[in-house]
């Protein structure tokens, strides 16, 4: 059973940075399909970025995260990361990390995905 557990949230002034850390257990293999959402208050969950460890370049992101948020992983580690640079107070949100099963492909899209960690919670202030 694939388990995922994210860390790293946090409260930041706009402009701020912070690292989002997923510890990623019980998948077989290096190459699967991983993303990072959020979902603010009210609101639908959104994908904010998505990569496929398999390969270098396969990364998609959010028009609204572009040039801020970084997707990475460290296969030895079983860690996904977000890099999130430039805050600002509408990135508020629980951000989510999640999985897919095989086969796959790096999209945005919620129903894509199987396994989901709890979240954590990222809020940004002016």
């Known amino acids: 059973q694939v388990q995922l557990v994210e860390s790293g949230g946090g409260s930041v002034l706009a402009g701020g940075s912070l690292r989002l850390s997923c510890a990623v257990s019980g998948y077989t293999g290096s190459s699967y399909c991983m993303g990072w959402f959020r979902q603010a208050s009210g609101k639908e969950r959104e994908g904010v970025a998505a990569i496929y460890t398999g390969s270098v370049g396969y990364i998609r992101y959010a028009d609204s995260v572009k040039g801020r948020f970084t997707i990475s992983q460290d296969n030895a580690k079983n860690m996904l990361y977000l890099q999130m640079t430039s805050l600002k107070p509408e990135d508020t949100a629980m951000y989510y990390c999640?999985?897919?099963?095989?086969?796959?492909?790096?999209?945005?899209?919620?129903?894509?995905?199987?396994?989901w960690g709890q979240g954590t919670q990222v809020t940004v202030s002016s």
């Open positions: 999640a999985a897919q099963t095989r086969p796959c492909a790096p999209v945005l899209a919620r129903d894509a995905y199987k396994y």
